[in-house]
């Protein structure tokens, strides 16, 4: 009697443990053990993704997550909310959510027509981005923004057409640690195009959605001419007060110039002394009412502040609204 019971609770054991290994559960194994199932969890299902945890990146093929795989589905994820351009030192303006986190592309999947190829654990690693809630700033094209669905249903952000993702190893804003990750995965430029394709200079060109190519300083931001300076003779018409809104521009290396003849770049000095950037012999400055790339908030400003054409001419024309 006491024997049969023994077996019959050795053979309960056993089942007991082949039914917990069947499940897949990655939260109580051991250091070493390879999960043996996918966990991605359906979208809509469970709790909200967090992208500031890690990942696993087990079977990426080098794509840093499996692309393809079983159903489309994804796990789900928080809106980008209003979207924002970031400056990054090596890589120029950078699209990221409303709370920094850089959003990516991948070489794999379409923009004509949209399709995203990321499905499976590489969604687990590379997280999509819904498209609801999402918002352009000023500095992306509301057009640009669009969304396609997935093959669990889901609608996914497209920038330019190319489906928005993030990266499970940003772990705070600013981060572009998915940036090159097996040759296909990129941050995103404001238009969907790859980010990086020409490195920031001290003065380079940017294109913003309403007022069309505009020169920036090193860190993307408008530069403005002011109608009572004067480039020949020299004259100074923004002091004291206005000072405070807006910045006298620094000077720039010539050598760092992006998408503008270094002969319309010169430094001139100011009755304080202070060294200017001036651009076709007019001195420039920055808005402190701009926040990002691609903010043109003082265009038009008390019919006297114009942004600067790559040509090195103000623009006249006013944003809508």
């Avoid at 979207?83 to 990221?96: E, I, N, Y």
């Avoid at 296909?184 to 007022?211: C, F, H, I, R, Y």
């Avoid at 926040?291 to 043109?296: F, H, T």
Wanted: charged share 20%.
């Amino acid at each position: 009697m006491i024997t049969r019971r023994r077996a019959g609770l050795a053979a309960m054991a056993v089942a007991t443990l082949a039914l917990t290994a069947a499940c897949g559960s990655s939260d109580n194994q051991s250091a070493g053990t390879t999960p043996t199932t996918d966990t991605v969890q359906p979208a809509g299902s469970g709790t909200n993704y967090k992208y500031g945890s890690s990942g696993s990146s087990q079977g990426d093929n080098g794509y840093g997550g499996q692309a393809g795989g079983d159903s489309g589905a994804a796990p789900q994820a928080a809106s980008a909310g209003t979207l924002a351009l970031h400056q990054d030192s090596k890589l120029g303006p950078v699209v990221t959510d409303s709370k920094g986190m850089t959003l990516y592309r991948f070489d794999k999947d379409t923009a004509k027509p949209p399709k995203s190829n990321c499905s499976g654990s590489c969604a687990t690693t590379w997280p999509v981005v819904p498209a609801d809630g999402a918002e352009a700033p000023a500095g992306i094209a509301k057009s640009d923004l669009g969304s396609v669905t997935r093959a669990d249903g889901t609608k996914q952000l497209t920038i330019g057409g190319w489906p928005a993702y993030r990266y499970v190893k940003d772990t705070k804003p600013g981060d572009t640690k998915g940036q090159g990750v097996g040759g296909t995965w990129n941050a995103l430029a404001a238009d969907g195009k790859k980010a990086g394709a020409q490195e920031p200079g001290d003065v380079s060109v940017l294109n913003q959605p309403e007022l069309g190519d505009i020169l920036v300083d090193g860190k993307g931001m408008a530069l403005y001419r002011f109608n009572k300076d004067s480039a020949w003779p020299m004259k100074f018409g923004c002091n004291d007060a206005c000072l405070d809104t807006w910045k006298p521009a620094k000077p720039a290396d010539r050598s760092k110039l992006k998408g503008i003849p270094s002969k319309l770049i010169s430094t001139v000095t100011r009755p304080d002394g202070l060294r200017q950037l001036a651009v076709d012999c007019w001195p420039v400055y920055t808005f402190t009412g701009d926040k990002q790339p691609g903010d043109i908030n003082g265009q038009g400003k008390m019919g006297l502040w114009f942004a600067v054409s790559k040509e090195g001419k103000k623009i006249t024309s006013t944003p809508a609204g």
